[in-house]
């Protein structure tokens, strides 16, 4: 069975690219429109991994993450921020609310994959 990643992100491009970027890869994508949407869509299918912009409309990716720890299904997965934002306030507040890494947009596909790989095992 192959491992399911939640991608949200409120730039259609960039969903359409990492979505293109890990289905190549055989991973299976969720994507999510922004914070709120991807909330909505983990109760609905479970998932292994979470890809978050940071600065979205609804709720952003700080608040996602943190909601996305409180629940106990997903205390423990990997969580990337996909983000223009590169300030380590930004990095530290990203950290302090349960992030597992941070890549800086723009990435390179092979970069995201690397960060995948690693995180996923």
Known sequence: M?????TADDSTSIRQMVSFTLKQAGYEVVEA??????????????????????????????ELIRQTRAKPQYKFIPIIMLSTESQD??????????????????????????VIKKVLG
Do not use: Y
């Open 2 to 6: 192959s491992k399911v990643i939640m």
């Open 33 to 62: 429109l922004d914070g709120r949407d991807a909330l909505s869509k983990l109760d609905c299918s479970p998932v292994h991994m979470l890809i978050t912009d940071l600065n979205m409309p609804n709720m952003d990716g700080i």
């Open 89 to 114: 306030t930004k990095k530290q507040e990203g950290k302090a609310a349960g992030a597992t890494g941070w890549i800086v947009k723009p990435f390179k596909p092979e970069q995201l994959l690397a």
